[in-house]
């Protein structure tokens, strides 16, 4: 099979922290495949990918109230200030119970808001207990001053229960505002910022007897200060089945983000373009005729994956001060399905679901098969991720044509 001589070297294409299986995962079906034990290579294939589909992730924000701890929380879901469902803002913080907050588009990631310990009456072991500390992946432990000695013993609570804990200092742009306000004479932002750093980490060494790293960040610029650096130190940190449903969380506000999507989503689809090869193996019937009504299910959530939904190019279109339709034009994700009446992607599809059902299964389908899935994901993967960064980086927009960032599909479906 083409995917079984091709299974090693993919997976060396990605940076650990990137990778949704295993090591163990990858050496585990490598075995099998140069036993050529297929079957068993695929079996634990499958066990991978619903493992990664049934992953939840929970996410544990706790601070003091005044920190930007909500203001945190919906930035990381992608949920503006004042729409419905946001984490409350600006408000004095009178409850002790914690207060759950879904993604915007990925139920199965958390946001889990906690009081800060500081407004407890708990010490840190028993706050942990009343927060129900098992049922969390990591925490985030916000501050916009210095840290306090309760944050320090809380962090030391729960590096002694075996769990990941992040210190992220808040409100950087209030602070780098103000130093340049009172010193524009002398005003260095790197200064400003190492010493904000410097500050807080030997404050919490004094507890800790150790360093952690200390995060910078706006809540209202995310794509700056030191934002991507947790972003990639989650990922390191994150067990390789759950990398997936936290970098489909991220917003698109970076390139190395997007790429963090784009591979994730990449590794995803070779696995099931593997499954469906396999099963291309038996008479195909009325399951490769599926392929058709889930491609604009597919199509639809890359395009919400990648900021491309309906939504989102309006904001985008109005930003720049044109209408949707003539936004798109720019774009070549919703072009796709629409380069020609007699040429669109849709219809190569049907045609090559066609060509492949007349086949009776077996080799030459699986080959066909894996190849056209594969290709296809790709191609939407791609396209979407390209017009992406073509829209992060503030395009022009000056020609009236779709940007040719992105390459035209293969020959072979014509």
């Known amino acids: 099979m083409a995917w079984a001589s091709n299974f090693n070297e993919f997976f060396k294409n ?6 949704i299986i295993s090591e163990d995962t990858i050496t585990l079906i490598e075995a099998y495949i140069l036993k ?38 919906n930035a990381l879901r992608g949920v503006e200030q004042e729409e419905e469902g946001a984490a409350a803002t600006g408000v004095v913080e009178t409850t002790m119970r914690r207060i759950a907050y879904p993604h915007a588009k990925l139920p199965n990631v958390i946001l889990w808001d906690l009081p800060g310990i500081g407004s407890t009456n708990f010490p840190p072991q028993r706050y942990l207990t009343e927060m129900k500390f098992n049922e969390y992946d990591f925490f985030i432990i916000i501050s916009s001053t210095r840290f ?49 750093r410097d500050d807080c980490s030997e404050h919490l060494h004094k507890v800790l007897s150790s360093e952690p790293p200390v995060f910078l960040v706006s809540n209202f610029h995310l794509s700056d200060y030191d934002f991507p650096k947790l972003e990639t130190k989650l990922l390191e940190d994150l067990p390789a089945h759950k990398r997936h449903a936290f970098s489909l969380s991220l917003q698109s506000l ?41 491609l604009n299910e597919t199509f639809d959530f890359y395009r919400s994956q990648f900021g491309l939904d309906d939504a989102s190019l309006k904001k985008y279109a109005k930003d720049f001060n044109m209408s949707v339709n003539d936004f798109k034009v720019h774009l070549r994700f919703p072009h796709l399905f629409a380069e020609d009446n007699d040429k669109s992607l849709e219809n190569k599809l ?31 993967l791609d396209t979407a991720a390209n017009d ?27």
């Not at 784009?262 to 090869?277: C, N, P, R």
């Open 14 to 19: 990605f940076k650990r922290e990137s990778k």
């Open 36 to 73: 050529n034990e297929l079957q068993k290579a695929v079996s634990v294939i499958q066990k991978a990918l619903r493992n990664i589909e049934s992953a939840s992730l929970n996410i544990a924000v706790t601070g003091e109230t005044g920190t930007g701890k909500s203001t945190f929380i």
């Open 148 to 196: 306090k000695e309760n944050d320090a013993q809380l962090a030391k609570a729960i590096k002694m229960m075996g769990l990941n804990f992040y210190f992220v200092r808040t409100k950087i742009d209030n602070d780098l505002g103000n130093e340049q306000k009172s010193k524009p004479k002398t005003f260095n932002k790197e200064k400003v910022l190492m010493k904000i």
């Open 254 to 294: 970076t390139e190395a983000t997007i790429k963090y999507k784009k591979d994730s989503l990449k590794q995803k689809v070779f696995l099931e373009a593997i499954m469906a090869g396999t099963f291309a193996t038996i008479p195909l019937g009325g399951m490769i005729m599926d392929d058709v009504e889930n």
């Open 350 to 380: 049907s045609k090559y679901i066609k060509q492949v059902s007349s086949v009776t299964g077996g080799p030459v389908a699986t080959v066909i098969y894996f190849d056209r899935a594969y290709y296809l994901q790709n191609l939407f």
């Open 388 to 414: 992406a960064i073509a829209l992060l980086n503030n395009p022009r927009l000056s020609d009236k044509e779709v940007g040719t960032y992105i390459s035209m599909p293969l020959n072979y479906w014509e």
